[in-house]
């Protein structure tokens, strides 16, 4: 199998990368030992270290870390494999939001519903990070940090953010018209998972469902138009032909070295605008999704979530959970968010002085996380993705229609969810 293929190559990505910052102990070493797997954070990591520091002078646990490849998919296939081997090497995951369902009905992580109640993660968190951990009532993970879709925008260049999606396209066109840049609005538009996020914010900004009774919603007019406007704004010069290539670095960078006027993409990307050395320091701006109608467009919610190894030894399960405790409580989340741009998923942390006054840029999202929509909640995401990825990137390249690529991802979405019902 494919995937079983790969798995030496993951691992040697997946080796350790810190000890709490001395090399901590080996897993043969104690059952006092927590070893926890997750996606790089970027930035300084001594004050991730710290935070790992004070968990371990609280409880006694040692916590080594190790990372995985940094690429969501990368991250996914290694799970894949380790997880279904029952692999117990390590007790503490990062899973994407779109991962937990199919984590949960494989039995490869914990139900943590004794010790964080459905109920109490729902009141605590914003909902569609909630929405994402719980599955038939039960709680699986608990949010870490949450992403969402944004419009960005050179406010030197466009001082009032564009509203519906003529607009955008108008206001970009006219901004590359002057020679002031080169790209009027880049995108992610590659074949990967971030091309589904891009098209279900189109969809929902066209008033689609995208995922409904328990049935993805493609071949409707919703969906049809919103392939339509993403395919005219190749076709127009609002976006570039290049977009096609683009995930979240090749349209950042490019907006960042001021060749661009309007980009959708994730919050770290106004972290990145804002650093000394950054040319457009101070000119930029984000703003909810453009719509059809004006109203508020919905981004696509991330972020990642922490789980249980199901493999987990009754010796360090209490240890895993006081992890998980630890860095997904209010005091984190407003670290995570001071020290690494991280946006939190609890509701109290966006009133907090301290988060406004260390982070403004992220607590001015708020409304956008607390409006994000997930992506298809089903423990079959991971199929379905396959052939959304491929069809949505036949659609905005121009290989096929939209109502080509949407028929045949419907029926193909129909065979697996069906599948999966039986």
Known sequence: MRRRGLFAFFASLAAPSLGCGRGGPSRSDSDRTI????????????PFRAMLSRFEAKTGYAVVTEALPSSSDAAHQYFLTS??????????????????????????????????????????????????VIVDDRTFAVPWYADVGLLYRRTDLVPDAPRTYDDLAREALAVKERGAVEYGYVWQGRQYEGLVCNV?????????????????????????????????????????????AMAEEESRRPFQAG????????????????????????????????????????????GYQLAVNAAVTPARFDGAVALVEHLTSLESNISMAVLYGRNPPRRAAYASDELRSRAPHVAAVEEAITGARPRPVTPYYALLADTLQSELSAAVSGIRTPEEALQRAQRASDRIMGMGAR
């Open 200 to 244: 279900f914010e189109v969809i929902w900004g066209h008033g689609g469902a995208a995922f409904e009774n328990g049935r993805l919603q493609l071949d409707v007019p919703e969906a049809r138009d919103a392939l339509r406007t993403m395919r005219s704004f190749i076709e127009r010069g609002v976006s570039p032909r290049s977009v096609t």
């Open 83 to 132: 997880l279904e081997g029952g692999d117990a090497s390590f007790d503490v995951l990062v899973a994407d939001v779109v991962w937990v369902p199919e984590f949960a009905r494989a039995g490869w992580i914990r139900d943590l519903s004794e010790v964080f109640p459905s109920a109490t993660i729902r009141g605590d968190f914003v909902e569609g990070a909630a929405n994402g």
């Open 35 to 46: 070893v926890f797997k997750h996606q790089p954070l970027w930035g300084d990591p001594e």
């Open 259 to 302: 060749r661009a006027a309007f980009m959708r993409n994730w919050p770290y990307a106004l972290v990145e605008a804002a650093r000394d050395d950054s040319p457009i320091r101070g000119k930029v701006a984000v703003s909810s999704l453009p719509t059809r109608d004006g109203t508020p467009g919905h981004g696509t919610l991330g």
